[in-house]
Structure formats: structure tokens, C-alpha cells
């Protein structure tokens, strides 16, 4: 696989907006120092890295989302996924500087004290993307269902089985800490699969043969990939040597599908594999129309950072707050199902269709 192919494609997703938060009061007078000003807005955007296309188009979608209403963003990114000392400085910072409000992307639960302090100081916080363990660290979550994001993978990847024996690889974030969007994905897969989770909070406690909703099953191994291309490599390599019969890949994200695409290419093991992820970035919808990845969940990253930037504005102009999704605990900014395969009674797009809306 040409790496440049699927990493270097640029759009732009136009969004509109799925709440409303009342009126906007245009602001004058923002200044460079962030939050300082008396009638300056100022919003931190935290993400996980910028290595990762998904948190680009975050940072730009904010950007523009506060340009356009007078908000002062101020950004930081770790210096890789998981990389938490990084992001509590960026939060110790945001208390100091006096901003309204912070929208991260957590990189673990160690950040999540801090996510605390900066509330007791009056900050509104918004969690993007990943949810924390603590709920109380953040006033609300925008984010995919990452959940169903997982299970309509699963349920279109046990409908392309066609009742063969799935010999299952699963490739996910991390495997010396716990994430909320780590563990949805891998579990909504293995649910729409139908495959029984044990405890749905626990990744790799489910058993390793059975039945899923078509036929036989065999789990080769989790492995993780930190979620990026060598990563997603390696971890295939490792499940291949184990069992070199594997037909079935399910990533944590694109970048690892990526990688572990290149595995089974290198060891030709690529005939028949459904390699099943979730991203739906520019260059992910390119992978589905070669045939590199069967099926991934479209999310909408430069939706959420344009409604957290929106909302903490109308939050500190109008006072208004956002309000979860109905029947859920958190702003969900929506998912899509996008295969160029599609079965009866199983909702999806196409890799044309996705492309319109994607990012990256």
C-alpha cells in the first residue's frame, strides 16, 4: 500500500449544526491572551496528537467554528496517543489563563483530576470524542456512539461471512490502559457480531471459540496498536503468527487498518480478508473503494469541534447549556456505516457517497 495514497487526501466536511443554543451575541474585543480579556471567549481545544488526520480535522473545524462566532482557541495536542502529561499541562494552563471552557479528547485517566480542577475553577468542560472513566471530570460528552459505531461493523461483517468459520484479529488501542472508545469499539464489534461480551466493560474477556450470529468463531488474540500505521503492522504480524488463517481484522481505528493491511500483504494473506475499522476519514473512504478496508463507521470530527466551540460560547454569552442526546448520556454528533458491499436490512452509504462528507 502506498502510504502518501491514504494519507495525504484533503476535505473539507460542511456540517450544519444539530443544536441550538439560542441567539449569538457577537464579542469585540478578543485579545491574544486567551482568556484575560473581560469580554474575550476563550476556548482550549486539547487533542490526543496531530499525527492522527481524525484530531487535524478537529483543530480545524474549531478554528473555524471560532472564527466565525469572535471565540479566542487556544490548541495542544500530546506529543503522541496516550500521552497524558502533555494534556494536563494544556489544562493547567487553560485554569491559568482564565478561558471559559476546554474541549479535549482525553488521552487516559490520568487527565482526569486535572479535567476536575479546571472545573471547580469554572471552566466548562467538554469531552470530544472519548468519553472519560470519571463522568464527573466533564460536563458533557460530544462524541460518535462508538459503541454502534463498533456493532454496525460487527453486523456487516458477520453478514459478508455468509456463515463461514470467522477467524477473528483484533487490533485495538491500547493494552496498558483503559479508554472508554477503545472499549466500546472493540465490544460493539464483537456485539453485532453476536458474539456474548462477558463483562461489556472488559476487552479480551469473551471466549476465544463459539458461535456468532452466522456460524463458528475463533478469536486469535487482541493485540494493541496505539492507533497508528506501524503499530496496527505489528500487532497483525504477531496475531499471523499465531494462526495465519485469520479472514477477519477489526481495528480500533484507520491508520491501524492501514498497517495491518500491509501484514496480510506482505504475507499474502489478503484473498478473502475483511478488514472492518471505524474513522471514515478521506483517506479511510479511498481504502474502502480499493478494497483495503470491506467496512468502516463514519464519524464526524469537525462536527464535534464545531458544536463545543459553539456551545461554550452560548454557554458564556447566553448561558445556556448543551443537553445530551435523548435516551443517551452524552451529544451524540452521529455515525455511518460505509461499504462499497452492502447487504439487505443492513443501513450503510457508500465509499462515493462518504466521500463527500469526509475528512482529512
Not at 33 to 56: A, H, R, Y
Not at 176 to 201: P, T
Not at 291 to 297: E, H, K, L, Q
Request: negative net charge; charged residues 20%; hydrophobic residues 40%.
Amino acid at each position: 500500500m502506498n502510504r502518501s495514497r491514504y494519507g495525504g487526501l484533503r476535505r473539507t466536511l460542511t456540517a450544519t449544526s444539530a443544536l441550538t443554543f439560542g441567539a449569538a451575541i457577537a464579542l469585540t474585543g478578543c485579545s491574544a491572551e486567551g482568556g484575560s480579556g473581560e469580554d474575550t471567549v476563550g476556548v482550549s481545544l486539547i487533542v490526543k496528537t496531530t499525527t492522527n488526520p481524525f484530531f487535524v480535522s478537529m483543530q480545524e473545524g474549531a478554528e473555524a467554528a471560532a472564527e466565525e462566532i469572535g471565540v479566542e482557541l487556544t490548541f495542544a495536542a500530546g506529543r503522541q496517543d496516550g500521552d497524558e502529561d502533555t494534556q494536563i499541562q494544556a489544562i493547567e494552563n487553560a485554569i491559568s489563563r482564565g478561558d471559559k471552557g476546554i474541549l479535549i479528547t482525553p488521552n487516559g485517566p490520568g487527565v482526569e483530576d486535572a479535567l476536575t480542577r479546571a472545573r471547580d475553577a469554572g471552566l466548562y468542560v467538554i469531552a470530544l470524542d472519548t468519553p472519560p472513566s470519571d463522568p464527573e471530570s466533564v460536563d458533557i460528552t460530544f462524541a460518535t456512539d462508538n459503541f454502534l459505531a463498533g456493532q454496525r461493523i460487527g453486523e456487516w461483517t458477520a453478514a459478508q461471512l455468509g456463515g463461514e468459520r470467522a477467524v477473528i484479529a483484533m487490533i485495538d488501542l491500547f493494552d496498558d490502559k483503559v479508554v472508554s472508545v477503545d472499549v466500546q469499539r472493540d465490544q460493539g464489534f464483537l456485539d453485532g457480531m453476536g458474539i456474548d461480551l462477558a463483562d461489556a466493560e472488559v476487552i479480551g474477556d469473551e471466549a476465544a471459540t463459539g458461535q456468532y450470529s452466522g456460524g463458528e468463531y475463533e478469536i486469535v488474540g487482541h493485540e494493541a496498536s496505539d492507533g497508528a500505521e506501524d503499530g496496527g503492522r505489528t500487532a497483525a504480524e504477531n496475531l499471523l503468527s499465531i494462526n495465519p488463517d485469520i479472514n477477519v481484522v477489526y481495528t480500533i481505528n484507520e491508520p491501524a487498518a492501514y498497517g495491518a493491511y500491509e501484514a496480510f500483504d506482505a504475507a499474502s494473506a489478503t484473498e478473502d480478508l475483511i478488514v472492518a475499522s471505524v474513522d471514515g476519514g478521506c483517506a479511510g473512504v479511498t481504502a474502502v473503494t480499493d478494497g483495503v478496508i470491506s467496512a468502516t463507521s463514519q464519524q464526524y470530527p469537525v462536527r464535534m469541534a464545531e458544536l463545543g466551540v459553539e456551545a461554550i460560547h452560548a454557554l458564556a454569552t447566553t448561558g445556556e447549556a448543551p443537553e445530551a442526546s435523548e435516551g443517551l448520556d452524552f451529544f451524540n454528533t452521529g455515525v455511518e456505516l460505509v461499504t462499497d458491499q452492502p447487504h439487505e436490512g443492513i443501513e450503510s452509504i457508500t465509499s462515493t457517497e462518504a466521500g463527500d462528507v469526509c475528512w482529512g
